[in-house]
């Protein structure tokens, strides 16, 4: 039988947000109004199915905000998923990312952040970059919100042919590959209060090759979307959904990938 157990802490925004590793994210706005200094979640879930071989699941996410005396806060974001079928490896992914922010009091401002990801099954043994983003406040009112970001990052990726299911596309004797691009980023978030216990927030992510843009922009699209509703003043439930679209991996593996979760969440 299988079992699961989740945490979840959060109270820089009262809810919860699901991030995949290959594309930079935008966490969900912090309001201004916190009293606390920093605030602080961890999601964590364990199964583990008896088969003809044990099938165990690990995840673990963890965020955090530590506000500044300026307005700005430093945030902190980062997952591990890992999947185990005997002795076999079948998931192996996660990022780390930290950003300097400001807490949305002023119409137009300037984040930085750092990041390190992987993701085994993609044959992308690290990712790790650094940029900024000008981040512009379209849309501010009662229950709605709309931002719009752009910016820049240099990358430097290490790939292997480990997540390239065509055996042909596999060259004799394969090295890992190393990439090194500076890449364009640009973004758009929104969010709509359905009712006073259900919100909606969709984000959605674009980046090029900053230096051929025009001629082969190599573009990554990745989308996400989330409802989350609160049940009583300490339980949510939440359903997300995304996808990703890399125009041209370092690697000959699919293009498209997509997925979906649900979470039930405790807050205090």
Same mark, same amino acid.
């Given at each position: 039988?299988?079992?699961?157990?989740?945490?979840?802490?959060?109270? /820089?925004?009262?809810?919860?947000?699901?991030?995949?590793?290959?594309?930079?994210?935008?966490?969900?706005?912090?309001?201004?109004?916190?009293?606390?200094?920093?605030?602080?979640?961890?999601?964590?879930?364990?199964?583990?199915?008896?088969?003809?071989?044990?099938?165990?699941?690990?995840?673990?996410?963890?965020?955090?905000?530590?506000?500044?005396?300026?307005?700005?806060?430093?945030?902190?974001?980062?997952?591990?998923?890992?999947?185990?079928?005997?002795?076999?490896?079948?998931?192996?992914?996660?990022?780390?990312? /930290?950003?300097?922010?400001?807490?949305?009091?002023?119409?137009?401002?300037?984040?930085?952040?750092?990041?390190?990801?992987?993701?085994?099954?993609?044959?992308?043994?690290?990712?790790?970059?650094?940029?900024?983003?000008?981040?512009?406040?379209?849309?501010?009112?009662?229950?709605?919100?709309?931002?719009?970001?752009?910016?820049?990052?240099?990358?430097?990726?290490?790939?292997?042919?480990?997540?390239?299911?065509?055996?042909?596309?596999?060259?004799?004797?394969?090295?890992?590959?190393?990439?090194?691009?500076?890449? %364009?980023?640009?973004?758009?978030?929104?969010?709509?209060?359905? %009712?006073?216990?259900?919100?909606?927030? /969709?984000?959605?992510?674009?980046?090029?090759?900053?230096?051929?843009?025009?001629?082969?922009?190599?573009?990554?699209?990745?989308?996400?979307?989330?409802?989350?509703?609160?049940?009583?003043?300490?339980?949510?439930?939440?359903?997300?959904?995304?996808?990703?679209?890399?125009?041209?991996?370092?690697?000959?593996?699919?293009?498209?990938?997509?997925?979906?979760?649900?979470?039930?969440?405790?807050?205090?």
């Amino acid at each position: 039988m299988a079992s699961l157990f989740r945490i979840f802490l959060l109270v /820089c925004s009262g809810t919860f947000c699901s991030l995949k590793s290959q594309i930079l994210n935008v966490d969900r706005e912090v309001n201004d109004s916190m009293t606390k200094k920093w605030y602080g979640l961890i999601s964590g879930s364990f199964t583990k199915d008896k088969q003809k071989v044990d099938i165990q699941d690990l995840s673990i996410y963890t965020e955090a905000v530590y506000k500044l005396k300026n307005g700005q806060a430093i945030t902190y974001v980062g997952q591990i998923d890992a999947t185990i079928s005997g002795n076999d490896l079948l998931q192996n992914e996660g990022f780390f990312q /930290c950003r300097r922010r400001d807490l949305d009091r002023k119409k137009n401002s300037i984040e930085y952040y750092l990041q390190h990801q992987w993701n085994g099954a993609w044959g992308m043994i690290s990712r790790s970059l650094v940029g900024f983003n000008f981040r512009k406040r379209i849309l501010e009112l009662n229950g709605y919100d709309l931002y719009f970001g752009i910016g820049t990052f240099y990358q430097t990726e290490l790939w292997n042919y480990n997540g390239v299911a065509d055996l042909s596309k596999i060259p004799v004797n394969p090295s890992n590959i190393k990439d090194l691009q500076l890449r %364009t980023n640009s973004y758009i978030k929104g969010a709509i209060k359905l %009712t006073p216990k259900c919100d909606f927030v /969709c984000q959605s992510y674009f980046q090029t090759n900053a230096l051929s843009t025009f001629t082969n922009p190599s573009f990554r699209w990745y989308w996400s979307s989330e409802i989350v509703y609160n049940m009583t003043n300490n339980w949510m439930l939440g359903f997300n959904y995304d996808h990703t679209f890399n125009q041209n991996n370092p690697v000959p593996i699919n293009k498209f990938y997509y997925g979906y979760t649900g979470n039930l969440s405790l807050k205090f």
